[in-house]
Each structure stands twice: as structure tokens, then as C-alpha cells.
């Protein structure tokens, strides 16, 4: 039996807005890490992403891809997953472990926020969430990947997210016009 994908888009938090702090347990280290020792000296990509996702995963390639090719100009990718894992237990700690593993471990840490609360900090809704920061920790981008989606047969190029990445490391302009993400809704605690 397939997953609903009951579409949710992002709600786009303002931009200029400081990156909320945080310390979460990261899968794979299983260390404590803050995004103060994560951050990028250009930038800092924070993804909302879960393990099972149809969204994700039909995005993987651009966001390992994504996460390899501007490390080396500066920018740090950090996964965040957020779902519960009471009901979906799919998406624990043991099992993000794996998943970046099979992924070849890309991003500088894929941590777990069991609390919600970050996402909650960063008004994250769906899987997959974008949001980049400058090397300020001021959000320039939050939006989708590109325009393909799992059911729509279009190109997965990633070219949303790439083009304010380059704008910010050319420092060009970002363009303000953004679309929001769309994927899975983030799995909520129930209580």
C-alpha cells in the first residue's frame, strides 16, 4: 500500500529573517551539534526532510548533488528531520542513519528534532522545506528545489535553490520572487 501524498506547501518565512538557533542530535555522528558549528562562511542550507517522503526522495539526486558541489564554496547543507516517530517510525534516528549512508553521507550533519520545536522556529510545513541563509544567518531563499514533483514528469534540475545559491555567492541579488516548496506535510506529534 502507497503513501497519500497529501500536498502541503511551505509557508515561507519572511525573508531577512535570523536562522533560529538550535543543538539538535545529529543520526550520524550522534552528537549534539549546534548550527553555530554547522554554519557555512558563505551560506547554510537548512532542508526539512523526512526518510519515506515520496517528495524527498524524488528529489534526492539534486539535493546530494546540491550538497556536494557548493560545499567547497562554502556552503553547509544540514538536514533536519522533524517527523514523529511514534507513528512513523520509518523516520528515526537509526533509520536517517541509514539513509545518509546509502546517500553517501552528503550533508554536513542530518539531525533529528524530536521536540518539533525547530521546525516550529523555522515555520516549516512540508517535506522538502528550502530554507538558505547568508553568511549572516539572514534568510535569503526559502522556496522549492525547481518545479518537478513526483506526479508532474518535469526536469529535476534543483534550478530555484541553484539559482539563489549563485546569486548569493556572486553577491548578486537574490530574486525575491520565490515559490513555495511543496511535498509531504511534516508528521506532527498528536498531542
Request: hydrophobic content about 40%; proline content about 7%.
Amino acid at each position: 500500500m502507497g503513501y497519500v501524498m497529501a500536498a502541503t506547501y511551505s509557508t515561507m518565512m519572511p525573508l531577512g529573517t535570523e536562522a533560529p538557533d538550535f543543538k539538535l542530535f545529529d543520526s550520524v555522528t550522534g552528537l549534539q551539534l549546534s548550527l553555530q558549528t554547522l554554519r557555512g562562511n558563505k551560506a547554510t542550507l537548512i532542508m526539512f526532510i523526512c526518510n519515506h517522503c515520496p517528495y524527498v526522495l524524488h528529489v534526492k539526486q539534486q539535493l546530494v548533488a546540491i550538497a556536494e558541489q557548493y560545499l567547497p564554496k562554502g556552503v553547509s547543507t544540514i538536514a533536519i528531520s522533524s517527523n514523529d516517530i511514534v507513528a512513523y517510525p520509518q523516520d528515526a534516528p537509526d533509520k536517517m542513519r541509514a539513509l545518509s549512508a546509502e546517500w553517501g553521507n552528503p550533508f554536513q550533519a542530518y539531525l533529528f528534532d524530536q521536540t518539533q520545536a525547530v521546525a516550529k522556529a523555522y515555520q516549516a510545513a512540508c517535506t522538502p522545506d528550502f530554507f538558505l541563509f547568508d553568511s549572516e544567518l539572514q534568510c535569503v531563499y526559502r522556496g522549492r528545489l525547481d518545479a518537478s514533483t513526483p506526479k508532474n514528469n518535469l526536469p529535476l534540475t534543483g534550478e530555484d535553490l541553484r539559482n539563489a545559491l549563485e546569486a548569493l555567492l556572486t553577491d548578486s541579488p537574490v530574486n525575491p520572487e520565490q515559490i513555495p516548496s511543496i511535498g509531504c506535510n511534516i508528521k506532527w506529534h498528536s498531542n
